[in-house]
T-cell receptor, first 112, second 116 residues
Framework: GNSVTQMEGPVTLSEEAFLTINCTYT??????LFWYVQYPGEGLQLLLK?????DKGSNKGFEATYRKETTSFHLEKGSVQVSDSAVYFC???????????FGKGTTLSVSS | DAGVTQSPTHLIKTRGQHVTLRCSPI?????VSWYQQVLGQGPQFIFQ???????GRGNFPDRFSARQFPNYSSELNVNALLLGDSALYLC???????????????FGQGTRLTVV
């Protein structure tokens, strides 16, 4: 079945540093891929998505490219801010399309 | 526009008790899913309902049940609560055809359940 493996944290960065959070997937076909973010004490928010190979999803300075050849969807941001401190989840649908499968999450802490 | 709303936001129950959690999807969304998120882990799928029918079930015991109403709101019920049921329970709604999760899902703020 479909699965996702996500880089484990925590990741600790200084403000304005470059961020990469790795995500690789195993899937039948070419499902949509998602990054969700969870701020402390809150639910999940969709950060960005990509629906087909070579698509680049982007939002709030974050980017991720759907790479079919490496089965990856790494999250990047050129200059992180303290307000980016949160837990980030990579996700994709299960084979039946009835549920999202999430990675274990990567905690990002950004200090000023 | 109202997002996905869940109630209650927090509750504390005793082992062996029963709990009902509620969710209202975004207007126009016919698919509702439930997830359990244990502290420090990613959300785990419990159920998906689309047009009032169960379309998917995760690996959870029969103590967990759910239903969807004609207005597309949903309830998650958990019987005979165990300490291990303590978690954040998240509801998500989506517009995908036939409940497809290849379109984005919108999550509520969750219900924090503590079992003592």
């Amino acid at each position: 079945g479909n699965s996702v493996t996500q880089m484990e944290g925590p990741v600790t960065l200084s403000e304005e540093a470059f961020l990469t959070i790795n995500c690789t997937y195993t899937a039948t076909g070419y499902p949509s891929l998602f990054w969700y973010v969870q701020y402390p004490g809150e639910g999940l928010q969709l950060l960005l998505k990509a629906t087909k190979a070579d698509d680049k999803g982007s939002n709030k300075g974050f980017e991720a490219t759907y790479r079919k050849e490496t089965t990856s969807f790494h999250l990047e941001k050129g200059s992180v801010q303290v307000s980016d401190s949160a837990v980030y989840f990579c996700a994709l649908p299960n084979q039946a399309g009835t549920a999202l499968i999430f990675g274990k999450g990567t905690t990002l802490s950004v200090s000023s | 526009d109202a997002g996905v709303t869940q109630s209650p936001t927090h509750l504390i129950k005793t082992r062996g008790q029963h709990v009902t959690l509620r969710c209202s999807p975004i207007s126009g969304h016919k698919s509702v899913s439930w997830y359990q998120q244990v502290l420090g882990q990613g959300p785990q799928f419990i159920f998906q309902y689309y047009e009032k029918e169960e379309r998917g079930r995760g690996n959870f015991p029969d103590r967990f049940s759910a239903r969807q109403f004609p207005n597309y709101s949903s309830e998650l019920n958990v019987n005979a609560l165990l300490l291990g049921d303590s978690a954040l329970y998240l509801c998500a709604s989506s517009l995908g055809p036939r409940g497809s999760m290849n379109t984005e899902a919108f999550f509520g703020q969750g219900t924090r359940l503590t079992v003592v």
